[in-house]
């Protein structure tokens, strides 16, 4: 089992930042590739980032390519991401995830979830 707890979303102007923080407990993290999604109000939960086990290969969601930066720091179990250039479409909660196999773009891919950090971007 792997917990996940999320942290660092707010409230930020169009144009802002935010890094969130997604840290893991629970068993070895760094055997397991991770994940971001968001869900905005009234829509499914889509993917955002995903990182490789060990951090090398990384990959992102067209919408916030060269925006977004997903990292990690297995020392500290830590998942973060990077936010830049926010905008009012990236307003949702974000959500963390943990995969056994390779870093994948489907949230069924994804075992272990944690509870969310809501992100607001007002305009």
């Known amino acids: 089992q792997v917990q996940l707890v999320e942290s660092g979303g707010g409230l930020v102007q169009a144009g802002g930042s935010l890094r969130l923080s997604c840290a893991a407990s629970?068993?070895?993290?760094?055997?397991?590739?991770a994940g971001w999604f968001r869900q905005a109000p009234g829509k499914e939960r889509e993917f955002a980032a995903a990182i490789t086990r060990g951090g090398g290969s990384t990959y992102y969601a067209d919408s916030v390519k060269g925006r977004f930066t997903i990292s990690r720091d297995n020392a500290r179990n830590t998942v973060y991401l990077q936010m830049n250039s926010l905008k009012p479409e990236d307003t949702g909660i974000y959500f963390c995830a943990a995969a056994r196999g390779s870093m994948s773009v489907s949230p069924y891919d994804y075992a272990y979830w944690g509870q969310g950090t809501q992100v607001t971007v007002s305009s």
């Open positions: 629970g068993r070895t993290f760094s055997n397991d590739a």
